[in-house]
């Protein structure tokens, strides 16, 4: 039955990157599609990916922010996982990244899975909080339009409403815990796994330290505002590769808007769901469909390739193969012992 669901999920993600795909060359002439992109400048791509690994060092950074409380891991020994962690969500569907990247730790660190996991969640609350601020940030020089306008509404709710509850289970951890154990007690007759639940969800708690400490919050958002903002300024220097020109508050917003419709179900590597609201941001700021949707190809390739060639280098270096990421998955849908 879990497999089934797999499959089903995978085919709504892919149905979905169809749609968004459909959408996207829909009213395109692919004829000066291919000349815009003949014709573009793609030296400007090398200072975009010099300054997107910059984005990813500061993930790494904010990363080892968030694990301290759990266990201090060097920041040499950190980027790795990181960077397969995100090949992996490059290559795979459902963000199996997150998976791998805590299971990649583990086996490297002896950090249990959910801790990591827990603290990569945090990481994507406060990308959803920094992506929204951009959204507003940019409102009074760049409106959204429709129907992304609805997400972003939608996107809100979302992630307020998880970063309050998760600051709710972090400053009461003591109360939290008499809470999901007299649950597991109730809903969980069999000792054994109750036991192994239990401890999954004592380390899930540890990951949350941070977020008990004023200092370590305004460290984990200010560092994750620093990392889009040197993600937008990948989009201002591959924007020089084309002829047209918009201001940083757009593309702040096409930043926010193209990442948050990522979050939807989608086939590996956002195909489609990156691709149409990237074109329809740049469309509302009187840039050519067919350029904007160069543009946005280009852009979606620089982001993808660099990273996804440089993981696989990483993997092959430690020693991580493909089926380990199968493993990875597994051992994270059956809650047991986390020993490496």
């Known amino acids: 039955m879990d497999q089934w669901k797999r499959w089903l999920l995978l085919a709504l993600g892919i149905g979905i990157s169809a749609v968004f795909v459909y959408l996207a060359l829909k009213g395109l002439n692919l004829k000066e599609v291919w000349l815009d992109l003949q014709g573009a400048r793609y030296v400007w791509l090398f200072p975009g990916v010099a300054v997107y690994f910059v984005a990813v060092w500061a993930r790494t950074w904010r990363w080892h922010y968030l694990l301290r409380p759990v266990k201090r891991v060097g920041l040499a020994r950190l980027f790795p996982v990181v960077v397969i962690g995100y090949m992996g969500n490059n290559v795979y569907p459902f963000r199996a990244g997150e998976v791998i990247r805590a299971w990649v730790l583990r086996r490297n660190e002896e950090v249990s899975i959910s801790a990591s996991l827990a603290t990569i969640i945090v990481e994507r609350i406060f990308d959803g909080l920094v992506m929204l601020i951009?959204?507003?940030?940019?409102?009074?020089?760049?409106?959204?339009?429709?129907?992304?306008d609805r997400i972003v509404v939608w996107m809100t709710f979302l992630f307020f409403g998880a970063l309050i509850g998760f600051f709710v289970l972090a400053l009461r951890p003591s109360l939290t815990r008499r809470l999901y154990t007299a649950l597991f007690r109730r809903l969980v007759p069999a000792e054994e796994l109750r036991d192994r639940l239990l401890?999954?969800?004592?380390?899930?708690?540890?990951?949350?330290?941070?977020?008990?400490?004023?200092a370590d919050m305004a460290m984990t958002f200010v560092s994750s505002i620093l990392i889009w903002l040197t993600e937008t300024t990948k989009y201002w220097f591959v924007m020089h590769a084309f002829d047209f020109e918009v201001s940083f508050f757009v593309l702040m917003l096409m930043t926010a808007v193209v990442n948050l419709a990522t979050t939807l179900p989608s086939s590996p590597g956002y195909v489609g769901t990156f691709d149409e609201p990237g074109i329809e941001i740049?469309?509302?700021?009187?840039v050519g469909a067919n350029t904007a949707a160069a543009y946005t190809l280009v852009l979606h390739a620089a982001l993808w390739l660099p990273i996804t060639l440089l993981g696989v280098y990483y993997m092959i270096r430690q020693g991580v193969r493909w089926r380990d990421f199968a493993q990875a998955a597994q051992v994270v849908r059956a809650p047991g012992p986390e020993t490496p």
């Open 282 to 286: 740049l469309k509302v700021f009187d």
């Open 199 to 214: 401890s999954v969800a004592d380390r899930f708690m540890e990951g949350l330290a941070s977020l008990r400490s004023p």
């Open 134 to 148: 951009f959204v507003f940030a940019a409102l009074p020089f760049a409106p959204i339009p429709a129907p992304f």
